[in-house]
């Protein structure tokens, strides 16, 4: 079956630093895809990226990078010079190929401190 | 904004009530997925229908039912309404198929008195 652990509930950071959120998955396919969503104060899920499995390179949009690797089944997603604008709760997911269903981790709640 | 529509923004209704929440997918989406984010089950995938047929079932309760129409909205309609129902109702569509990310409406907030 498949799952998603995202051990930190909370975390604060003072704007301007760097955070890394952690994530990670089980599953028993060998073809899966990896996702983070944000969802700000205002509740709506915002996309932010999608990988799959036969793809490890690293990947950097703006302030924003991910870091997958499936030697330790992780997806960790790191914010560099926080903002603000950053504090939502942030959510990993996972779906396994013949089954479209999103699996979610329980979210990081991030607080980005003026 | 994803392009995903859900109405109405919030709902308050009393216990053994019915309710129908709409979903309106992207244009050119064929797929559409119904999630219940609480506090105590998190998010959790309901159920999938693909242009008009089901094709995926999750945690759904018996007293929730859900289809989609020819022009490929959704509807989820909930019954006999307990406490335990009240939750952020979200809406997600996509082309269809695992290689295509999911984008989600803004959500119902139920809430049952």
């Known amino acids: 079956a498949q799952k998603v652990t995202q051990a930190q509930t909370e975390i604060s950071v003072v704007e301007k630093e760097d955070v890394t959120l952690d994530c990670v998955y089980e599953?028993?396919?060998?073809?899966?895809?990896l996702f983070w969503y944000k969802q700000p104060p205002s509740g709506e899920l915002v996309f932010l990226i999608r990988?799959?499995?036969?793809?490890?390179q690293n990947e950097i949009s703006g302030r924003y990078s991910w870091n997958f690797q499936k030697s330790t089944s992780s997806f960790n997603f790191t914010i560099t010079a926080s903002q603000v604008v950053d504090s939502a709760v942030y959510f990993c997911a996972l779906s396994e190929l013949g089954n479209e269903k999103l699996t979610f981790g329980t979210g990081t709640r991030l607080t980005i401190i003026p | 904004d994803s392009g995903v529509t859900q109405t109405p923004k919030h709902l308050i209704t009393a216990t053994g009530q019915r309710v129908t929440l709409r979903c309106s997918p992207r244009s050119g989406d064929l797929s559409v997925y119904w999630y219940q984010q609480s506090l105590d089950q998190g998010l959790q995938f309901l159920i999938q229908y693909y242009n008009g047929e089901e094709r995926a079932k999750g945690n759904i309760l018996e007293r929730f039912s859900a289809q989609q129409f020819p022009d490929l909205h959704s509807e989820l309609n909930l019954s006999s309404l307990e406490l335990g129902d009240s939750a952020l109702y979200f809406c997600?569509?996509?082309?269809?198929?695992?290689?295509?990310?999911?984008?989600f409406g803004p959500g119902t907030r139920l809430t049952v008195t």
């Open positions: 997600a569509s996509s082309l269809g198929g695992i290689t295509y990310e999911q984008y």
């Open positions: 599953t028993r396919d060998t073809t899966y895809y």
């Open positions: 990988r799959n499995s036969f793809d490890e």
